[in-house]
């Protein structure tokens, strides 16, 4: 029902925006896609997004962890550090991918590097995703 909802204010706002979509909208429009199990329209919306930011990378990035495309994480991990940096939740989608893909020393590298690489500090979040490596 919720989807159905969404999907009309997708259509609006392409009809209103065009492809100029405000970054907050369709920011809430790939969350709100990828929380409803869409994932693929999750990513076409992100993929048409001209502006995106951290808030845009951490919603695909945990939709796709959430549905289990861990993989496909770590392959738009590289692309993200171009358009943006990363922060605590965008480590926690990353090395959530890693534990339930099964992408240990992946998971390994990202961990261990955190602060030095990216300069986020741990915290129990991080160290709750590690637990099966």
Same mark, same amino acid.
């Given at each position: ?11 609006? *706002? ?11 909208? %369709?920011?809430? &429009?790939?969350?709100?896609?990828? @929380? ?13 997004? @001209? ?9 695909? &990035?945990? !939709?796709?962890?959430?549905? %289990?495309? !861990?993989?496909?994480?770590? @392959?738009?991990? #590289?692309?993200?550090? @171009?358009?943006?940096? #990363? ?6 989608? &990353?090395?959530? *991918?890693?534990?339930?893909? %099964? ?10 590097? &955190?602060?030095?690489?990216? %300069?986020?500090? #741990? ?11």
């Amino acid at each position: 029902m919720y989807v159905v909802t969404g999907s009309w204010v997708h259509v609006y *706002a392409c009809k209103t925006m065009g492809s100029e979509m405000d970054v907050m909208v %369709g920011t809430a &429009l790939v969350d709100m896609y990828a @929380k409803c199990g869409r994932v693929d329209t999750a990513l076409k919306v992100f993929q048409q997004m @001209k502006d995106r930011n951290v808030v845009t990378w951490n919603a695909v &990035l945990s !939709g796709l962890t959430m549905h %289990g495309r !861990g993989r496909v994480v770590l @392959k738009m991990f #590289p692309q993200m550090l @171009k358009e943006a940096k #990363p922060d605590n939740l965008t480590f926690i989608a &990353l090395l959530s *991918a890693c534990s339930h893909s %099964g992408l240990v020393e992946q998971g390994r590298h990202y961990f261990q590097n &955190l602060e030095a690489l990216y %300069g986020v500090t #741990p915290t129990i979040e991080h160290y709750a995703c590690m637990w099966m490596f």
